[in-house]
T-cell receptor, first 113, second 114 residues
Framework: SQKIEQNSEALNIQEGKTATLTCNYT??????LQWYRQDPGRGPVFLLL?????KEKRKERLKVTFDTTLKQSLFHITASQPADSATYLC????????????FGRGTSLIVHP | DSGVTQTPKHLITATGQRVTLRCSPR?????VYWYQQSLDQGLQFLIQ???????AKGNILERFSAQQFPDLHSELNLSSLELGDSALYFC?????????????FGSGTQLSVL
């Protein structure tokens, strides 16, 4: 069956360090993968999209990589700040079908000052 | 602010009851999506409408139904409510109907079934 896995354990890092979050998937033929940020009690907010034929995407302090051989995406936040503390969700859209994003359960990031 | 408006923010009701959740998409967006988020299931896709017509269906229970009106707002109807229906219900919108590359989410409706 199709699965999207994100580390359920919170990631704790010090301010200024690079945070790296992982999204693994199985039994998907992906068209693209999205990363969203979700704060408590709020809706997810779109951050970045990377297509299956792209290796890397950057936006300001954010970088996403996509390895379709390893079936994995890595999400990096450089020079992290306490304001980056949130839950980060990856969402995979399979090629063909209805192109509806399927979300992982998210990883909580806590940046300590 | 995503531009997607959901009402009400909170809803407390009893088992067996029926409720309606409302969503107004961003101006110009034709697609509306409904997702359910619970602690044990994560964010689960329920249903998508595009310009008034059902486009895709996920794990939506038969007790749940939705529609999108000519002014593009959408309503999610939940009936014969059970304790397990307690969750955050999100509406999202996007301009596209078929590629869904970027969803804009509302702040959600927290449903508590007692």
């Amino acid at each position: 069956s199709q699965k999207i896995e994100q580390n359920s354990e919170a990631l704790n890092i010090q301010e200024g360090k690079t945070a790296t979050l992982t999204c693994n998937y199985t039994n998907y033929s992906p068209a693209y993968l999205q990363w969203y940020r979700q704060d408590p009690g709020r809706g997810p907010v779109f951050l970045l999209l990377i297509r299956e034929n792209e290796k890397e995407k950057r936006k300001e302090r954010l970088k996403v990589t996509f390895d379709t051989t390893l079936k994995q995406s890595l999400f990096h936040i450089t020079a992290s700040q306490p304001a980056d503390s949130a839950t980060y969700l990856c969402a995979l859209t399979a090629s063909g079908g209805s192109y509806i994003p399927t979300f992982g359960r998210g990883t909580s990031l806590i940046v300590h000052p | 602010d995503s531009g997607v408006t959901q009402t009400p923010k909170h809803l407390i009701t009893a088992t067996g009851q029926r409720v309606t959740l409302r969503c107004s998409p961003r101006s110009g967006d034709l697609s509306v999506y409904w997702y359910q988020q619970s602690l044990d299931q994560g964010l689960q896709f329920l249903i998508q409408y595009y310009n008034g017509e059902e486009r895709a269906k996920g794990n939506i229970l038969e007790r749940f139904s939705a529609q999108q009106f000519p002014d593009l707002h959408s309503e999610l109807n939940l009936s014969s409510l059970e304790l397990g229906d307690s969750a955050l219900y999100f509406c999202a919108s996007s301009p596209q109907g078929s590629t869904n590359e970027k969803l804009f989410f509302g702040s959600g409706t927290q449903l508590s079934v007692l």
